[in-house]
C-alpha cells in the first residue's frame, strides 16, 4: 500500500481497461472453479497458510477486525507492498490500519473466496503495478493508498 505520489494522468482510464480485460478473463474459468467448495477449499488453505506465517513472524498486535485476521509487527521482508491478504489474514508491519485500509483488505478476502487457489495465480498476471491490477483497482485504489484520496469540490 505505498502511495503513488503523482499517478499518470490516464492511470483511471487504464484502470478500467484491466477490469475489463479481468473479466473477460473471468469467462474462461469453468464455473465449479469459482465461488464453489473447490474455491472454499482453497480459501481455507489460504487461511491456514496466512495464519502460520502471520504466527511465525508478527512482532505486533494480532486482532481480529471484521471478517479479518490482522496480523501487525510483521517483517517487511515478509509481505509485499504495505501489507497483504492472504485469504482473511491481512499481514502488515507497523503502518496505521485505518478502516479505509481494512475495507480494501476485506475486498481482497472477498476475492479469495472467489477465486480460492486461483488467487496467487491470478493476482500475479495482474501484475505488481496496482493501477494495472485489476485485484487492486477492485478493492479501491483509494483505500489501498496507491493514488491520493480525491478531495470532494466545494460549491
Same mark, same amino acid.
Given at each position: ?52 506465517? &502471520? ?5 505486533? =498486535?494480532? @486482532?481480529?477486525?471484521?471478517? +479479518? ?5 510483521? %517483517? ?50 495482474? &501484475? ?5 491490477? =485489476?485485484? @487492486?483497482?477492485?478493492?479501491? +485504489? ?5 493514488? %491520493? ?7
Amino acid at each position: 500500500m505505498t502511495p503513488i505520489a503523482t499517478p499518470p494522468a490516464d492511470w483511471q482510464v487504464q484502470a478500467e481497461r484491466a477490469v475489463a480485460r479481468g473479466q473477460h478473463l473471468d469467462r474462461w474459468i469453468p464455473a465449479l472453479l469459482l465461488d464453489s467448495p473447490i474455491s472454499r477449499l482453497g480459501y481455507a488453505y489460504g487461511m491456514v497458510v496466512g495464519c502460520i506465517w &502471520g504466527g511465525l513472524w508478527s512482532t505486533g =498486535r494480532v @486482532e481480529k477486525r471484521g471478517d +479479518l485476521w490482522v496480523f501487525r509487527g510483521m %517483517p517487511s521482508w515478509t509481505f509485499a507492498r504495505g501489507g497483504v491478504c492472504v485469504a482473511g489474514c491481512f499481514l502488515t508491519g507497523d503502518g496505521r490500519v485505518t478502516e479505509n485500509l481494512l475495507r480494501h483488505e476485506a475486498v481482497h478476502r472477498r476475492q479469495w473466496q472467489r477465486y480460492g487457489f486461483l488467487m496467487p495465480l491470478l493476482y500475479l498476471f495482474a &501484475g505488481r503495478d496496482p493501477l494495472r491490477n =485489476r485485484f @487492486e483497482i477492485e478493492a479501491g +485504489l483509494e483505500d489501498g493508498n496507491y493514488v %491520493p484520496r480525491s478531495r470532494p469540490s466545494r460549491a
